[in-house]
């Protein structure tokens, strides 16, 4: 019923690697939501898509609505950026997500 | 400054004594909406609500009830809390079901 696949689950890189996390969905949507919680619990939400690219900073994020694909990419990563995220799919009135990627960024 | 607002943060309570967890927001959002977070199974939604007094059941609507009286409150009620409902709880709203997802700090449940 969920059908939100992330992968990877984990995910260990050094600063200054480019990383990206992927989801994938098999039911049409609304939007896909990308967000990130930090140890500590809060959430924050990144990035919301229907179609195409968006770049915020060193963040990008693309969908492919025909394959049903998204990704999310983080260039030139460094620490601060290790985080656990989450993408979530937005169908009708409801979201679904993923269980979530966990990046730790080693100095 | 726009938050969503939750309380309490963290509580431990004993079965079967009913509790509210409340929500508030002060960014005049349409849809609100709760979740709970399990290691293993991510976020999933309890209830959403579209605007006062429309609301629904999301993934696991189960031992939980809501309201939505006024626009920014959308408190969430356990009338007998069950060990399984140990959990973090999220509340979030958006301008619309298709918007942005502002979320509240979070609500640490332990059920004993």
């Known amino acids: 019923k969920n059908e939100v696949e992330q992968s990877p689950q984990n995910l260990t890189a050094q600063e200054g690697e480019f990383i990206t996390i992927n989801c994938s969905y098999s039911v049409g949507i609304s939007a896909l939501h990308w967000l990130q919680q930090h140890p500590g619990g809060g959430i924050v939400s990144l990035f919301m898509l229907s179609s195409g690219k968006k770049k915020h900073g060193r963040l990008i994020a693309t969908i492919n609505i025909q394959e049903k694909h998204s990704s999310l990419h983080i260039t030139a990563s460094h620490p601060r950026d290790s985080a656990v995220y989450i993408c979530?799919?937005?169908?009708?009135?409801?979201?679904?997500f993923g269980t979530g990627t966990s990046l730790t960024v080693i100095p | 400054e726009a938050q969503v607002t939750q309380n309490p943060r963290y509580l431990i309570t004993v079965t079967g004594k009913k509790l509210t967890v409340t929500c508030s927001q002060n960014?005049?959002?349409?849809?609100m909406s709760w979740y709970r977070q399990d290691p293993g199974l991510g976020l999933r939604q309890i209830y959403y609500?579209?605007?006062?007094?429309?609301?629904d059941k999301g993934d696991v609507p189960e031992g939980y009830k809501v309201s939505r009286k006024e626009k920014r409150n959308f408190p969430l009620i356990l009338e007998s809390p069950s060990p399984n409902q140990t959990s973090l709880y999220f509340c979030a709203s958006s301008v619309t079901y298709t918007g942005e997802l502002f979320f509240g700090e979070g609500s640490r449940l332990t059920v004993l």
């Open positions: 609500s579209m605007n006062v007094e429309v609301t």
């Open positions: 979530a799919r937005n169908t009708g009135n409801q979201f679904y």
């Open positions: 960014m005049n959002h349409e849809y």
